[in-house]
């Protein structure tokens, strides 16, 4: 969202149409692009769980319901590759 109103404010400054690039504008105004968000939450090591689109079917997106299932293990199995490996059956199935 922050990238949007980024962008909507460099084409207002420089009276670009909408269907320009935005790149050479940004050039123009010796701006940069807002960096993205990054996936993880830094304190927790949490996946950061985007905004569903759609109450019916976004909530079953692989993108919303992969990093949410995620979130929900213990920490424990989300320490290494090795101990998820090891321990995911056995924290499923127990």
């Given at each position: 969202k922050l990238q949007?109103?980024?962008?909507?404010?460099?084409r207002?400054?420089?009276r670009t149409r909408k269907?320009?690039?935005i790149t050479s504008v940004f050039a123009s105004?010796?701006?940069l692009h807002v960096p993205p968000h990054p996936l993880r939450s830094q304190e927790a090591d949490l996946l950061i769980?985007?905004?569903a689109k759609t109450k019916s079917l976004g909530n079953?997106?692989?993108?919303?319901s992969a990093p949410l299932l995620w979130n929900k293990l213990p920490a424990a199995l989300r320490d290494s590759i090795e101990m998820f490996k090891s321990q995911l059956k056995t924290h499923l199935f127990s």
């Open positions: 949007l109103v980024q962008n909507t404010a460099a207002i400054l420089t269907f320009e690039h105004l010796h701006w769980i985007p905004r079953r997106a692989f993108s919303y």
